[in-house]
């Protein structure tokens, strides 16, 4: 939140929304540690079930249901995020915004669906898990779109910054669908054994925080530059005091990319 004096007005909803994905990823994370640390213990080899301190097994048991609920919160606030840097028109911002809640909501539910039959059913586990992809799949898209088309018109600085977004989308969004396979994977290699809900978890982690916290971070980045480039006094000073840039060089490379190629 703090970094919202520091951007235009119009810019500052999409820290407001990375600042409730960031709060609301803390709790869910450490609620899956208090939750993993209940149900599992390390013997110095591999994670089995948890002892109590009594020396007895513990009855807890260890759910990525909670993951669902969250990301039910932080996808939709993730997607809408990033049209309050790019800049678009009021019809296609709600058409965007439809577009990307419920395609996001849709891969969520249908994955929820699947991880039920992760041990059950393998059939219906690949084939729900085949569903949310497609829906994964349509995001990219959008969101490829968004981004190669919109950034031609941003600060240069902006424009290097939205391609590296567009990367850490590709690269840590990847890693969900990959950890849901986890369990077919360990069917196909038991050998793999505790190991397996290890790796699924710290893929699911990793997977969070770099699309979560890196990416709130690169996307008020983005709304400070173009402040800054707006001749937004609190960016400017933002930009010279951390990044060590001056007033001129700032303003040299206000200018949109498209521009300065016609030029």
Known sequence: MTTNSRSLPRFQPSSTLSAVVMVSAFLILGLQLVEWLSAFAFDGTVWGLGVGTAGRFTESTFSNGYRYLNWSIDVPCLLTQMLFVIDVTPG???????RFITAGLLMIYTGYIGQYFEITNTGWFLFWGAVSTVFYVYILYMM?????????NLPRQAYKTMGTIWWLILIS?????LAYLVPW???AFPAWGAWAAVTRQFLYTMA?????VVYGVLLSSVAQIRSAAEGYEPAIQVQI?????SREYIERNAHPKSDRIKS
């Open 92 to 98: 296609r911002f709600r058409k965007l915004r439809f």
């Open 144 to 152: 490829g779109n968004l981004i190669f088309k919109s950034r031609e």
């Open 173 to 177: 969004w990847t890693l969900y669908p």
């Open 185 to 187: 994977a360990w069917k």
């Open 208 to 212: 969070d925080i770099f699309s979560k």
């Open 241 to 245: 005091d951390g990044g060590g840039a």
